[in-house]
């Protein structure tokens, strides 16, 4: 498998491979996980690797570096590829790009909603910092009460 930055010719696989990995929060969240202008901005503010296979994108992960600080975002696998290793060895990548770009920390935040993945996060050595309230734009797409779950992880430096 390759893995690689994206390219904006990209940006429509990325959209549909998020929103098919993500449609496992149908359960708290109306409509798709991302649009194609959400997808646009993150793009130009920020990085999204992908691991191809076959010329076929298989996973994807948005990083955006904000200092000494970077931020990790929208891990996707391919459902049909889930538990293969896709999303480890695109976690490992984001986390050496945002270490060889100078940050010493990473971020992430996931909805408290999704009670398995602080769990999965820990066991790459991410720690619960703290909570955030959704934006009222975002509140709007969910069906239930809901808030996300801070989590950061010290990069270090090699």
Same mark, same amino acid.
Do not use: W
């Given at each position: 498998m390759e893995l690689r930055f994206a390219e904006a010719a990209d940006l429509p696989t990325i959209k549909n491979l998020i929103n098919q990995a993500f449609t496992v929060e149908l359960f708290f969240k109306a409509g798709d996980r991302i649009t194609s202008e +959400?997808? !646009?901005?993150? =793009?130009?503010? %920020?990085? =999204?690797?992908?691991? @191809? !296979? $076959? %010329? @076929?994108? !298989?996973? *994807?992960?948005?990083? +955006?570096?904000?200092? +000494?600080?970077?931020?990790?975002?929208?891990? *996707? /696998? $391919? &459902? $049909?590829? !889930?538990? *293969?290793?896709?999303g480890t060895r695109l976690t490992?990548?984001?986390?050496? =790009?945002?270490? @060889?770009s100078g940050c010493r920390f990473m971020d992430?935040?996931?909805? $408290?909603?999704?009670?398995?993945? &602080?769990?999965?996060?820990?066991? =790459?050595?991410? @720690?619960? *910092? %703290? /909570?955030?309230d959704l934006s009222v734009a975002m509140s709007q797409h969910f069906t239930r009460p809901a808030h996300f779950i801070t989590m950061s992880k010290e990069l270090g430096h090699r």
């Amino acid at each position: 498998m390759e893995l690689r930055f994206a390219e904006a010719a990209d940006l429509p696989t990325i959209k549909n491979l998020i929103n098919q990995a993500f449609t496992v929060e149908l359960f708290f969240k109306a409509g798709d996980r991302i649009t194609s202008e +959400e997808v !646009q901005d993150l =793009f130009e503010k %920020g990085h =999204f690797m992908v691991l @191809e !296979q $076959n %010329g @076929e994108i !298989q996973g *994807s992960v948005y990083i +955006e570096l904000k200092g +000494e600080r970077a931020y990790l975002g929208l891990l *996707s /696998t $391919n &459902p $049909n590829r !889930q538990r *293969s290793g896709i999303g480890t060895r695109l976690t490992v990548a984001a986390e050496e =790009f945002a270490r @060889e770009s100078g940050c010493r920390f990473m971020d992430l935040r996931v909805v $408290n909603l999704r009670e398995e993945l &602080p769990v999965i996060y820990k066991k =790459f050595g991410y @720690e619960i *910092s %703290g /909570t955030e309230d959704l934006s009222v734009a975002m509140s709007q797409h969910f069906t239930r009460p809901a808030h996300f779950i801070t989590m950061s992880k010290e990069l270090g430096h090699r």
